[in-house]
């Protein structure tokens, strides 16, 4: 193939595929920015500044290491409640009370900190904020909240909102609304609050030498119980729902692979001779995977209700297809020869099967499994978050209900602790069963 | 097994010992395949006993809602094209999802991949760092991204994109790392003898030797990422899976809808599938005329 070209040609043929090659590369870029633009337009991303709720982010994002204590007073009685982020469950009783909040014989005292000191009497409340003075508001059945601040009403600090009937200030110390009904301060901490032990509990607020000191003298037990059954972090319904996912996977991946085998034989072209057969099956795996598991998830839920078997389902009957695929290919690649040394002993075919080809596969299948295993996990929480299964359903309810937002990042920290364990260990499984112990 | 070499090997040994050793065998094997049955059975049992409807008694109806919609699909048929034109643009939105996240996540990929390869990294030094960044943003489930930005932004088709593209990003970077560690390391010490920078060497030296690979990934992932994309508009991403939730949750009347939107996305995927899978056999195995 001896190319006779003289330099100057070759230099032209180089030049010309260097061009030829730059403008491709041009073009690619420019539809690459063509198609930005057009995303620019088609998904609205101007609009979306506008959407993005910045309020949103704060709170997520300082509820997330923090939690507050909101004091209410009843308005109509005067009864007043401490309790932790509002929660029934979480109300303090008179003798465990945060030592910030003093009751007085008609009034009670809510010290914020910094100076700021907040007073709850029946019928007013006042707020004393270091250097801007003393707020006064009345509360009053017919007339709404009747307001009294250190300056003029229209010279108010824009942390203060205020109209007729309703009262919001918000400082560094914690924030006080006042409406008709009821005033409320709330005040920050860090931390996860009660994520040990509820406050009814005789444990709370030990420190962790006191508990483990208690848990030698033969109150383990308990002391479990009451961490288990914590009713704000309900750590027993996590832990199972953490189990629940992780079965959802297991059943759905372990499942498929032992629907998908038997198939995998009638779809390869040296176990199944019969072109009609290969065709079917093939089809069949094609369908079940071009069926996406959104959609075997809403027919599951049809049939059987919400609950992690219907998940478990939904994984096993789309991957049943894609394992399908992927067995066959590795039945096709099977040496012939070994199934032959196996016949000429004489063995049937089921044995032909078991001596024979399964040896040869099982390192594929194997190390197929555990990966899906692994990414079936992922896809467990999503699926669990549609059919009413797992931790994925429990993390669409807290981020649903808007409150909890500690609960949301410790379900997250969860979920990412529970698939990075699935990825090590299907890979420690991976390493001792295939490349041998 | 030291008195084996001392004693006298004679044949009726050596042959009880393999009766015993392949005895032993089968009886671990045995024993963890009834292990793992009575795993699969139980597992199977309390997943049962913590759904809404058992197993045996779902297993009559599995037909009975596919067979609603496609009853009510008939009867309408004519209406049937029409439904599907009118999904098109939320069809659109859920490819869009997909590829903008494959095309983001495969570029942050990239750069990923090159700065924790052995030989290739910029810094050696912080190949552990990066790795950890792949395997962190791997492990996020799209879910977990997806609804947090659905709350700070409100819903739409971005916090979809985004959460995709963060997960795609770490999926990929690990694929492509794997492929850059067989990547021949001569242009990149040529090109660094005439005095390339990094990114020179990066473009011109590994670039042209991995992109097939890279782009056969990239393929792979944006089918997986068109289901992802169909199930986060089912928690109220936007696109497809949104309309399709309204469509089912309305219940019978609007299955005709519902019929028509699983044909348009049993296509799609159907249709990706396919491409994909040519020009990965073609990117990977080079064009036919060639090889």
Known sequence: MAMLDSSADLSLQATQLFRRKRMTTFAVLLAIVAYFAYIFVAFDIPALWQRANAENAKTLVADAYSYKTHVTMDNRNSEITVSIEGDRKARYTEANEPDWVVRGDETTEIDLGDGHLVTFAPNFVTYDVPDFGLMTFEVSRSRGVIQTYPVDADQLPDWISASKNRVGITTDAGRLSVTRNRSEVFRYFNGWELFFFALESPYYGKSFGEISGLALNGEAAAIFHDFWHNPLWRHGAVVWALFETILMAFLGTLGAAILALPLAFMAARNFAPLFAVRFAVRRFFDFVRGVDALIWTIILTRAFGLGPLTGALAILITDSGTFGKIFSEALENVDSKQIEGIQSTGAKPLQRYRFGVLPQIIPVLLSQVLYFLESNTRSATVIGAITGGGIGLMLVQAIITQKDWEEVSYYIVLIILMVMFMDWFSGWLRKRLIRGK | ?291
């Open chain 2, 1 to 291: 097994m030291a008195d084996l070499a001392t004693t006298n090997l004679n044949a009726n040994t050596v042959a009880d010992d393999y009766i015993a050793q392949v005895a032993r065998k089968r009886l671990y094997s045995g024993l963890m395949l009834l292990f793992f049955v009575v795993l699969m059975v139980s597992g199977f049992q309390v997943a049962s006993t913590r759904n809404g409807g058992s197993f045996w008694g779902g297993i009559d109806n599995f037909f009975d809602y596919p067979a609603e919609v496609v009853s009510e699909a008939w009867a309408n048929l004519d209406q049937l094209p029409g439904f599907m034109w009118e999904y098109l643009p939320a069809l659109l939105e859920t490819f869009n999802i997909a590829a903008l996240s494959t095309l983001i996540g495969a570029a942050f990929a990239v750069v990923l991949s090159l700065l924790s390869t052995r030989g290739l990294a910029r810094f050696p030094r912080l190949i552990p760092v990066f790795r950890r960044i792949m395997d962190a943003t791997r492990a996020i489930p799209e879910i977990v991204v997806a609804l947090v930005l659905i709350f700070i932004m409100g819903g739409g088709p971005v916090p979809a994109m985004i959460a995709i593209a963060i997960h795609t990003a770490g999926a990929l970077g690990k694929l492509f790392s794997e492929v850059n560690e067989n990547a021949d390391l001569k242009p990149i010490d040529g090109l660094a003898s005439v005095g390339a920078s990094w990114s020179q060497r990066m473009l011109l030296g590994v670039v042209p030797q991995v992109a097939p690979n890279w782009l056969s990934y990239a393929l792979l992932r944006l089918e997986i990422n068109i289901r992802a994309s169909a199930i986060l508009g089912f928690v109220g991403a936007g696109g497809l899976g949104y309309e399709l939730k309204n469509a089912i949750s309305w219940g019978p009347g609007r299955f005709d809808e519902a019929a028509a939107m699983f044909i348009i996305l049993f296509l799609t995927i159907m249709i990706v599938d396919q491409v994909s899978s040519y020009f990965r056999d073609r990117l990977v195995h080079g064009a036919a005329g060639r090889s």
